[in-house]
């Protein structure tokens, strides 16, 4: 295989040649924000909201915007020419930068950008998995992207221990979110995923079939969802950018419904599908 290409501070650069300094905050301190934006075919998919996303992020973390929305967009674009496989995940980190260690950050600190690019296709299937359930130990402001995901490692990892791919996450006796996903239910047709809050991250997926969804039968309701609702709803399924839409059809080894991805997750996910072969493409 070919090395691929990353962009690093202002350059493309081979991945196995880039390097930062030790005393970069984003290795010390984890203070860093990051964003993964897929690619289906070439064409790169819900740009805007990713862009917007990332710079929400940055100033949530009070981190410099070090570029314009024109010039991330070259880059994005440039960086997908240089690999011509037609699915891509691209990968964009931008930390506080390279300081002396100190909690209190520098004004001067200059912010370290780093974007990469990795195939696509392993992660892309609806395959049917089953999750756990556990206490969301996390911090208090998930909403921001940050790179510090200790939490979200240790929960994959207890997942995998226990036979799962993913751990849905409880506060207080209501679902927030998974791991590494959003989270949707279905019971007696009604479709509902949890409202924004700093305990959830805005999901980019997750946002477009609450939009694409709108008016339509189901619709989606942005409400509180109980533990007990998770375990006794008729479907379960999953929203990212890199997995798209993936069914549940286990919870801490009890079945969700019949066992079966069912007919409101294939509905959606014909829905989604069309709006993505049809305009998903579009980046401005």
Known sequence: ?????????????????????????????????YEVIPVFDGSV?????????????????????????????????????????HDQM????????????????????????????????????????????????????????????????????????????????IRSGLVTEAAASNVFIAKSGVVKTPPLSHQILAGVTRNLLVELLDGTDPSVREEPISQIELTSADEVWLTSSSRELVPVIRIDGKPVGDGLAGPLFQRVKSIYEFYKNSRGGETE
């Open 1 to 33: 295989m070919v090395d691929s290409v990353c962009y690093l501070n202002g350059h493309f650069v081979p991945l196995s040649e880039a390097k930062i300094s030790v005393l970069d905050r984003g290795f010390i301190f984890g203070d860093a924000v």
């Open 45 to 85: 998919f819900r740009l805007p909201e990713h862009l917007k996303r990332l710079r929400t992020s940055l100033a949530a973390a009070a981190i410099p915007d070090p570029l314009s929305m024109h010039s991330w967009t070259t880059i994005v674009g440039e960086l997908i020419g240089l690999h011509r496989g």
């Open 90 to 169: 691209i990968y964009v980190q931008v930390s506080r930068g390279v300081a002396a260690r100190d909690h209190m950050p520098r004004p001067d600190v200059k912010p370290t950008v780093f974007l990469m690019s990795s195939p696509l296709t392993w992660l892309r299937h609806s395959d049917p998995i089953t999750v756990v359930t556990t206490e969301d130990f996390r911090w208090g402001r998930c909403d921001i992207k940050t790179t510090s995901l200790l939490a979200s490692v240790m929960s994959r990892m207890h997942a995998a221990r226990l036979g799962s791919q993913e751990t849905i996450f």
